[in-house]
């Protein structure tokens, strides 16, 4: 869906580096979440903000920072990747208004090396 | 715990058929049930959303069904189709917090000639 873009689209980066994956959407939407997906595990939250002076930690936030920069834009760091934090990850949002339905994103897909 | 579970394994049928994926839930007291279908490596996409007081919801092909005595949620999709093939995935919201969803691992249904 083009209203959520994500970027990079694909990105392989080495243990110990931080990276930051950034979400945007076009949706006029107040609630903005991050996860990961990984093989069998399904979707994982790792955080959420439901305005941009809302930031809340999900299932899996540890290794993980966020900003909410403005309503449109929420952007997820991982301080210092490791390996097992290669994976899917997703940015969805929602609206507040109306029923609680996400609408995601195209997907990160990151390697640590 | 609470615990989502759908199945793991593939469904495989036949052009069509009616499709029926299941999906069970413990621990949890959900306001509504949402499913999603996702493609691989592509974000979910929201299909139906069934409210705890809602016996059943329809939309084009799409049947969803929810019981909540047994926990259980049924999603069907009737004349299948190869394009159905994919992953669905069901989600609830979380016990106490209207806007945080957890999905499912979801399963995964391939429709052949």
């Not at chain 1, 931080?18 to 939250?45: A, F, N, V």
């Not at chain 2, 705890?52 to 004349?79: G, Y």
Request: hydrophobic share 30%.
């Amino acid at each position: 869906d083009a209203d959520v873009t994500q970027t990079p689209r694909n990105r392989i980066t080495k243990t110990g580096k931080r990276i930051m994956l950034e979400c945007s959407q076009t949706k006029g939407h107040d609630r903005m979440y991050w996860y990961r997906q990984d093989p069998g595990l399904g979707l994982q939250l790792i955080y959420y903000s439901f305005d941009v002076k809302d930031i809340n930690k999900g299932e899996i936030s540890d290794g993980y920072s966020v900003s909410r920069q403005a309503q449109a834009k929420f952007s997820l760091s991982l301080e210092s990747a490791i390996p097992n934090q290669t994976a899917l990850y997703f940015c969805a949002t929602s609206d507040s208004q109306r029923q609680e339905t996400q609408y995601f994103g195209p997907g990160t897909r990151l390697l640590v090396l | 715990s609470q615990k989502i579970e759908q199945n793991s394994e593939a469904l495989n049928i036949q052009e069509g058929k009616t499709a029926t994926l299941t999906c069970n839930y413990t621990n949890y007291s959900p306001a509504y049930l949402q499913w999603y279908r996702q493609d691989p490596g592509r974000g979910p996409v929201f299909l139906l959303l069934i409210r705890e007081n809602e016996k059943e919801k329809r939309k084009e092909r799409l049947k969803v069904t929810f019981d909540t005595t047994l926990k259980q949620s049924l999603f069907h999709i009737t004349a299948s189709q190869p394009a159905d093939s994919a992953t669905y995935l069901c989600a609830l919201d979380g016990t106490g917090t209207a806007s945080k969803l957890t999905f499912g691992t979801g399963t995964r249904l391939q429709v052949t000639l």
